[in-house]
């Protein structure tokens, strides 16, 4: 971690987590001003980690995508991006309380990940590489948004099934709006995944002569890949719906996070080995 | 001194056909407020009248007055022998006859706890006492504050949130799942009383499509009519259900109409789309069973209940935070009664000080012949600012000492050391007019 970006980097942590029981307290309660108050809060945390990171990219000198820590920090921000525009663009506000307590543990997490400059190859320098890296992460951070909802589409339909609502489910959106943005979501990660997998081979093929070399990471990029179209498959097709869909789009962000999380400490190495 | 009364009777003491009798139409309304504004001991009236209550809320002096005049009118008008109606009238003053009014006005009096059609009627009931004319300064701001409590009551608490009665839960939960119902499409299984109670609700919704599906085609067309649907023959039901988001299925048949099996074909041919099943026919007319298939959300009549019932016992929870709401503003109402107490003595000594600033003026300016227009006005001025400096600080004694309840130490002696007592006699007595007073001061201070 930079100097002095440790107390930047507590503020924003202090942030995410008030924000987190402010929305938590919300879910219980009535009245718009812990929600008001939450929001703010969630917005300063945004800022910070916006700061955070561009004065990373300052001092170093690149944009900082390459370490895991890097990568983990990018991640949060575009979840809170997404988050962000989701309740600007169309008022869809309810993965506040449930996404707020993720981005705190991960950037919590994130403290115990050496936050150490790398040297990059010049082979790293490529445009190539920083859009695959680009559009990976904004893949990654819909998928999770999109989990999200369908955590949240899974909590209301069973409860709906056993015909008991908590005051918790009461204050959720209907299955319908879940699903809606379950779908636009995954579509607009999914599209983004591709995009991704296909820069990342061209970017191979320019540096190593090969498109795909079998990779871990490439692997369970591709398992991922194909989870999700499976998603939009049967969903198209109207093969499943609801429930099961949303059971789909859960495990197909299972795969994102052992890519993210498991892959790169037991098979590191390779053209991957920073991520 | 002026008593806040109320009296009538409710749910929880009059059985409904007393209800009735007591309920006031338009015209008996109309001529009971007359008759409040023509008797002298009552100064401002408001009457209340719902299915589920009756109350005569007055102002006026003297309790025992108070209460024979509200037997005289409810004698006259509503012709009731009113000794027999005794023990189920109730009659609160003061302190508990405003709160009350303001439990009342939030829904906590009422037979389904929180409902908030009340605060409507009550606000209905204020229109027609202004209406009247028999509405002072006293109801003005009583009302206001118990309209205030209410509409607190609402935001603040989740008390009237969920669904107090089965049909309404069945929209709530159809909410849940479909969001919006504008564009569902709804079935009707049997064309009963019930099942038109709960489309009524959802009609009410704007669902898209109403169809209708009934052994006998008449009563099936004649209810598909009066809700712009269709009606089916019974041997189509099954694309009906293909087609509909929302089942409502009151047959009276002695055995499941829809089993599971059927619904899981169903389901394949929806594509898995969400339905939603409301069983409210007893027996059941849908195998429980078909609440296990996916995306398919079976209730019946029990299930319905319950959720009612947890429902209610949530407005309960509620309740509670709603009563220390309206504790808080009956506070303020009580505020504002207590200085209301010390408004003439307050006027009265504007009014005496005005009156002594007037005469000392008119014979300075007589002295002060070739005053400008502009230095005229000046000292007229500077007059009124001394007045309104000299009692500033008195008239906020006074109020603060009535919030205490000491304005009586005052009364007294302002009435000796001032001379008010001819001002206190026949002098103004209502806010407004201290307000018009204090308006009048006011200006004088630019």
Not at chain 1, 114 to 136: D, G, N
Not at chain 2, 250 to 263: D, K, N, V, Y
Request: net charge neutral; hydrophobic share 50%; glycine share 4%.
């Amino acid at each position: 971690m930079i100097d002095g970006g440790l107390a930047l980097y507590a503020l924003l942590l202090c942030f995410f987590f008030t924000a987190t029981v402010l929305f938590v307290m919300d879910l219980q309660g009535n009245g718009k001003e812990l929600y008001t108050m939450a929001r703010r809060l969630f917005f300063l945390g945004f800022l910070a980690l916006t700061i955070l990171m561009a004065a990373r990219a300052i001092s170093y000198g690149y944009f900082p995508i390459f370490t895991f820590y890097e990568t983990l920090l990018f991640l949060a921000w575009a979840v809170t991006f997404v988050i962000l525009l989701l309740e600007r663009s169309y008022g869809f506000r309810a993965v506040f309380p449930f996404a707020a307590p993720a981005l705190f543990a991960v950037l919590f997490f994130a403290l115990f990940v050496s936050a150490e400059r790398v040297s990059l190859p010049p082979e790293y320098k490529s445009v190539w590489l920083f859009f695959h890296i680009i559009t990976i992460i904004a893949a990654y951070s819909t998928f999770a948004v999109a989990f999200v909802t369908s955590l949240m589409y899974l909590l209301v339909d069973n409860q709906l099934k056993r015909k008991k609502l908590s005051s918790l489910v009461s204050k959720l959106p209907s299955l319908d709006i879940l699903d809606h943005y379950n779908y636009k979501l995954v579509s607009i990660g999914f599209f983004l995944l591709t995009i991704s997998v296909f820069l990342g081979a061209f970017w191979a093929q320019n540096v190593w002569g090969a498109f795909w070399r079998w990779e871990p990471k490439e692997v369970w990029s591709l398992v991922t890949w194909i989870v999700y179209a499976a998603y939009l498959h049967t969903r198209l097709s109207g093969g499943w719906q609801g429930r099961r869909v949303a059971m789909l789009n859960a495990c197909g962000f299972a795969t994102v996070l052992f890519n993210y999380f498991v892959v790169r400490f037991f098979f590191a190495a390779g053209l991957h080995q920073f991520y | 001194m002026t008593e806040i009364m109320i009296m009538g009777i409710n749910h929880k003491t009059a059985p409904v056909e007393l209800r009735e009798k007591l309920s006031f139409t338009e015209s008996q309304l109309t001529r009971s407020l007359a008759f409040c504004k023509a008797s002298c001991e009552i100064s401002e009236a408001i009457i209340l009248t719902t299915c589920n209550r009756t109350e005569i809320y007055v102002v006026g002096a003297g309790e025992e007055l108070l209460r024979l005049r509200i037997m005289q009118l409810l004698a006259e008008i509503k012709e009731i022998d009113t000794v027999a109606l005794r023990p189920n009238l109730y009659l609160h003053t003061r302190e508990k006859a405003v709160e009350h009014l303001f439990t009342v006005t939030a829904g906590l009096d009422s037979m389904i706890l929180g409902e908030t059609q009340i605060l409507g009627q009550v606000k209905d009931a204020y229109a027609k006492g202004k209406e009247a004319e028999t509405v002072g300064a006293v109801f003005h701001a009583l009302f206001r504050q118990a309209v205030t409590a209410a509409k607190r009551v609402q935001t603040e608490t989740g008390i009237n949130q969920n669904a107090a009665s089965v049909s309404y839960a069945a929209v709530e939960l159809a909410k849940k799942i479909f969001g919006r119902l504008d564009n569902r499409t709804v079935l009707v299984l049997g064309a009963g009383k019930m099942s038109e109670l709960t489309l009524r609700h959802l009609y009410d919704q704007g669902v898209k499509e109403v169809i209708v599906v009934n052994r006998t085609k008449e009563r099936a067309d004649k209810l598909a009519h009066s809700f712009g649907g269709v009606a089916e023959y019974y041997e189509n039901r099954r694309e009906c259900l293909i087609k509909a988001d929302i089942v409502i299925s009151s047959t009276g048949a002695p055995h499941f109409i829809l089993e599971r099996e059927e619904m899981a074909a169903v389901m394949r041919a929806r594509r898995g789309k969400p339905i939603f099943l409301i069983d409210i026919a007893v027996p059941r007319d849908i195998d429980p069973k078909v609440n296990e298939l996916d995306n398919v959300y079976l209730y019946d009549i029990d299930d319905l209940q319950a959720v009612v019932a947890a429902n209610l016992k949530d407005r309960q929870h509620e309740a509670v935070k709603a009563r220390l709401i309206v504790k808080e503003e009956i506070a303020h109402f009580q505020t504002w009664l207590k200085t209301q107490e010390v408004t003439p003595l307050i006027a009265a000594l504007r009014h005496k000080a005005e009156t002594i600033r007037q005469s000392e003026l008119d014979v300075s300016l007589k002295k002060l012949a070739n005053l400008s227009d502009k230095e005229r006005k000046h000292v007229e001025n500077l007059t009124r600012a001394i007045v309104n400096r000299i009692l500033r600080e008195p008239v906020l004694r006074i109020k603060e000492f009535a919030l205490e309840d000491r304005s009586e130490v005052f009364v007294t002696s302002l009435c000796q050391l001032f001379d008010l007592t001819e001002e206190l006699n026949g002098q103004p007595t209502t806010l407004q007019e201290e307000e018009l007073v204090g308006a009048v001061a006011e200006g004088g201070r630019q």
